[in-house]
C-alpha cells in the first residue's frame, strides 16, 4: 500500500490586528508653515539686507530635499514589505498544498489519522480539544504570533484524503493585510506544514 500526494485548497482563521502606522501625510505642510514662520521672522525688508534671506533659503531648500529623501525611503520600504509579503502569501499556499494525503485503505488511513493526531499535538501551541473520525481540532490560541494546527480525514473511495491546516492569532489584519505577528506565523506554519507527509511516509514505512 502506498500513500499519494493531492492538492488541497488553502485554508486559514486568522484574527484580526492591527496595522503598522504609515508615515503622516499631514507633516508636509506643517514644516512649510514652519519654515515660512522663521523667514518672517529673520527677514523683514525695513531692516534686513535680501542678504540676510541667504541663510533661510539654504534652510528651505535643505528642508525640502529631506523630505523628497525620506518620501523615496518610506516608498522604497513600502514596495519592498510587498514583495515579501507577497512571496510569503505564496510560501503558504504551496505549503498547505503539500500538507494533504491520501491513504489506500481503513487500515492505512486509521494508521495515518493517529500520526497525524501525534504531529498536531506536537506543533501546536494549545491542547487538542477534538478528536474523532473526522476531524482533529486544537484550542484557540490566546497569545498573538502562536500557531496552531488541526486536520480533516475526508472519505475518498476506499480510502481518504488528510490535511493539515493552521491558524495563527496575530497573523493577518483588515483585509487581509499583513498582521504584526505574520512573519513569526509563517515560520512556525510553512516548515510544519511541508514536513507533514514526510513525517507519515517515514513513520508508516517503519510499521
Not at 514644516?31 to 528651505?60: M, Q, W
Not at 488511513?109 to 506543533?123: E, F, G, I
Not at 501546536?124 to 484550542?139: F, G, K, L, N, Q
Not at 475518498?156 to 483585509?175: E, F, H, N, V
Amino acid at each position: 500500500m502506498s500513500l499519494s500526494d493531492v492538492t488541497e485548497p488553502r485554508k486559514h482563521n486568522e484574527s484580526n490586528a492591527g496595522s503598522e502606522g504609515h508615515h503622516r501625510a499631514g507633516s508636509f505642510p506643517m514644516v512649510v508653515l514652519n519654515l515660512r514662520a522663521r523667514v518672517e521672522g529673520v527677514y523683514n525688508p525695513h531692516r534686513n539686507s535680501p542678504s540676510d534671506l541667504e541663510p533661510v533659503k539654504t534652510t528651505i531648500a535643505i528642508a525640502f530635499a529631506a523630505l523628497a529623501l525620506s518620501g523615496c525611503m518610506s516608498a522604497e520600504k513600502q514596495e519592498a514589505e510587498a514583495r515579501d509579503f507577497t512571496r510569503s502569501e505564496s510560501l503558504l499556499d504551496t505549503a498547505q498544498s503539500n500538507a494533504a494525503i491520501a491513504c489506500a485503505d481503513q487500515t492505512q488511513c486509521d494508521r495515518a489519522w493517529s500520526l497525524t493526531k501525534d504531529y498536531v499535538a506536537a506543533h501546536s501551541s494549545t491542547s487538542i480539544v477534538r478528536a474523532d473520525a473526522a476531524a482533529i481540532e486544537t484550542d484557540v490560541p490566546s497569545r498573538s504570533g502562536h500557531a496552531v494546527f488541526s486536520a480533516t480525514r475526508v472519505a475518498k473511495g476506499s480510502g481518504a484524503t488528510i490535511t493539515l491546516y493552521a491558524q495563527c492569532r496575530g497573523m493577518y489584519g483588515p483585509d487581509r493585510a499583513m498582521g504584526s505577528d505574520y512573519d513569526d506565523c509563517v515560520k512556525q506554519i510553512a516548515p510544519a506544514q511541508n514536513g507533514f507527509v514526510p513525517f507519515l511516509r517515514q513513520h508508516l514505512s517503519s510499521q
